[in-house]
């Protein structure tokens, strides 16, 4: 069974190692916010890092260093994705990121993404895109709406999208898209129930991932990935 690593012992880093033998890992190591030291991550095969924005960087950096696969599932650091993506390649790791790693989400990108397409050339529909999640979230808008929004106007819906969130007690997560005419309205909406969506697709990820080299989103391997 391959060596997991957990870096992030909160909600997400328990979640991911109750589930972890399902997807045939032996959790070897767990780590929250000790330094990383690279002694203790010989032997291990992939880690899963749940953390905080500011954290992916060092963190990032050092694993690569280690050469160490990963995934990162802590939400925030895009503007840094450039940093990231080269501290993989200067050292020949492996790595899978998404703003969301939930299967039904990635999907409703999927869905949400056609529909635009579709309406591109429809002006009378204007759109809206909105999300909630609980208290604690740090980033907002949520990855997961600032993915749905830049994938709309990839897929040529040109005209603005009203882009709102809010943040409120326990919510796990809800994404809603929504397209409005004179005629009728269009709801997309994704809810999820507990963060086990979230565990289950970045241990899929995990699995992945391992003996691979190369900088991946989730859902460019997610309907390939074995």
């Known amino acids: 069974m391959p060596n997991l690593a957990i870096v992030g012992y909160g909600k997400m880093g328990r979640m991911i190692e109750q589930f972890a033998p399902e997807y045939g890992f032996t959790v070897a190591l767990k780590r929250d916010l000790e330094p990383l030291v690279a002694e203790d991550f010989r032997g291990i095969d992939v880690a899963v890092e749940f953390t905080a924005p500011e954290a992916v960087c060092p963190n990032v950096e050092a694993l ?3 050469g160490v696969n990963l995934v990162v599932g802590t939400t925030g650091w895009l503007a ?3 940093t990231v993506k080269r501290a ?3 050292n020949g790791t492996g790595l899978v990121w998404s703003p969301n790693f939930s299967i039904g989400v990635n999907a409703f990108v999927r869905l949400v993404s056609e529909a635009a397409r579709l309406l591109a050339a429809q002006p009378e529909y204007g759109a809206w895109a909105w999300e909630i999640h609980h208290a604690t979230k740090k980033d907002a808008p949520s990855g997961t709406l600032l993915k749905l929004v830049e994938d709309m ?3 040529g819906y040109a005209r603005p999208i009203d882009t709102g969130s809010n943040r409120a007690g326990t919510v796990p997560g809800t994404h809603e898209i929504g397209f409005d005419s ?3 309205t269009i709801t997309l909406r994704h809810t999820a129930r507990s963060r086990e969506g979230f565990a289950r ?3 899929q990820a995990a699995r ?3 003996g691979k080299k190369g900088f991946h989103e989730f859902s460019e391997i997610l309907f390939t990935a074995v």
Do not use: C, R
């Open 80 to 82: 840094h994705k450039e």
């Open 64 to 66: 690569a260093g280690f």
């Open 201 to 203: 697709g970045a241990l």
């Open 182 to 184: 004179a005629a009728d």
């Open 88 to 90: 993989v390649e200067k």
């Open 208 to 210: 992945w991932v391992v």
């Open 153 to 155: 106007k990839k897929a």
